[in-house]
Each structure stands twice: as C-alpha cells, then as structure tokens.
C-alpha cells in the first residue's frame, strides 16, 4: 500500500483519504485530524483507553454549512477530543476517517480501506 506524508511526521494517509480530499478540497480536515494526533489530550486518552493506542475512529458531522469533528475509543464511547468547525463548504452529512497505529506511525485511512 502506498502512504503519502502529513504535517504530522507521525501521521501518513492512505490513497483514498489522498482521493478523498482532492475530491472535496478538504485537506484542512486531515490537517485538523493530525493536528490532534499526538496532543496531550490525545495520549492521556490513549493512556486511560488501550484501544485508542491501537485504532480510533474520527467523524465529521456537517450540517448547514458547520461541523463537530469528533474522535471515540469505538462504537457508542464517548469521544474524547471535539472540535467545532465553524465553517465548510463540504455537502451535509457524516464523514468517517479511521486511525491505525502501524507501530512506528498512524495511518488515516477511510473505512473502506480496512
């Protein structure tokens, strides 16, 4: 599988995250999702929760032009980081990026691609 590179050295993505946001011209959600990746919320989760070490499971909730990025352990956890989008001009609905630790880096990936 080929990876690309992100802001994050930790982080790559996959070529359909790469199509994905081509496609809708939303490179600023990878940016917002590796952006977290690392953060200090993000480990005291992954400390507290082993499975957010292993793989967790990012979606983007838009409606009427705003979103809620959000990130959860697994289906039905509460999330454990939030970000309020303001403004996208992605169309409404709910898009899904997943998380995996592949040792050494993450790797985002749509679910599709699992």
């Not at 507290?48 to 983007?60: H, K, S």
């Not at 032009?65 to 709910?94: H, K, M, N, W, Y």
């Amino acid at each position: 599988m080929c990876y690309f590179r992100t802001l994050n050295r930790r982080v790559v993505h996959t070529e359909g995250i790469k199509h994905f946001a081509e496609s809708n011209r939303c490179w600023w959600l990878i940016d917002a999702i590796v952006s977290h990746i690392g953060c200090l919320k993000f480990n005291r989760a992954v400390a507290a929760d082993r499975r957010i070490g292993e793989c967790n499971f990012w979606t983007l909730k838009v409606t009427d032009r705003s979103a809620i990025l959000f990130v959860v352990a697994d289906s039905g956890c509460e999330p454990f980081i939030t970000q309020v989008i303001e403004f996208t001009d992605l169309p409404d609905g709910e898009y899904r990026i997943w998380a995996e630790n592949a040792g050494d880096f993450w790797v985002l990936l749509l679910p599709e691609e699992h």
